[in-house]
């Protein structure tokens, strides 16, 4: 659907406006949210409001990466949110036309920061003086970026647990969620540096004239996008220092299993050697005929084993 709020030159905030009839001179500003528009709707972006074909074609086909494109009368951007479906991180596209007296948002799927700044502005009348068509970008754009912490803050306490190992999970079950984990950092690198780097070119770009002239703005969520960028990275680092310790972990118990089977073969080797020569069944091996014969070779190997033993403890092996 499309819906469309305007300010007027007495500044009263006009709810009901049908596309149809749109006249965005007649308004300070107005803002048109193509929320899951359909073909028809859709076609409304070039005989309603002329934008460039090449904007068009990349909110049709999606995902675009973020970025800014310039036209001669509006500014084309292309932001990306995120949710989360079936435990799984999705990104969802949502684009901005600005131009004089008009911000014009689109997105095929619902949009939780469209919706949470419309809803604010219908429910503000007497804060609504202050805001314009970029403001209505900077607050929207400012959702967006505030959207990202909660699924990152969700992805440090995974890794919390997985480096604590509380309910004492299975090495393999262990790193199959580290990996996961590591994968979803990955997207979330993916959508957060080119954000990062569309609100770098927008603050330092000169023909941006209403992002100049509230450029604080701006860069509160620059910095916001700067923190979460090395947020990301440090908790990639984390994810590798966590996967090297367990290798490191499992190589060590690996280890001690060999040597103590090491230890176990050293002792029984020469004992088999001893049984092997008494089991060849020669008629002329004198010991066979030799009363005591079986308890002298039994004490032979329990003397052997034992002095095997204390010698291996006194080198250490069983530290």
Known sequence: MIRIAGMTKDHQLDKDISIDSLDVNAYKWVWVDFNQPTDAEIGHLETTFHFHPLAIEDCIHRLQRPKLDYYDDHTFYVTHCIEEKDEEIMKEELNFFLGDKLVVTFHHAPSKEADDVWDNLMTSPKNVKKWDEHY????????????????????????????????????????????????????????????????????????????????????????????????????????????????????????????????????????????????????????????????????????????????????????
């Open 136 to 319: 209505v970008f900077y607050e929207v754009l400012d959702n967006v970026v505030d959207n990202y912490f909660p699924f990152l803050y969700k992805m440090e306490d995974q890794l919390d647990k997985i480096e604590d190992n509380t309910q004492d999970k299975s090495m393999n079950q262990l790193m199959e969620e580290l990996f996961d984990t590591r994968y979803a950092l990955l997207n979330l690198r993916h959508t957060i540096n080119p954000m990062r780097d569309l609100l770098y070119r927008m603050l330092n770009s000169h023909r941006l004239s209403g992002v100049l002239k509230r450029k604080e703005y701006f860069s509160d969520i620059y910095d916001h996008l700067l923190k979460l960028s090395e947020m990301v990275t440090n908790n990639r680092e984390l994810t590798a220092d966590i996967r090297d310790n367990y290798l490191s972990l499992n190589s060590h118990q690996s280890n001690n299993v060999m040597k103590v089977l090491t230890i176990i073969t050293s002792i029984f080797a020469p004992l088999t050697f001893i049984a092997g020569i008494y089991g060849m069944n020669f008629e002329n091996m004198p010991e066979l005929r030799y009363h005591y014969g079986y308890f002298v070779a039994l004490g032979v190997m329990a003397v052997m084993g034992v002095s095997l033993y204390i010698w291996f403890r006194m080198k250490g092996w069983f530290k």
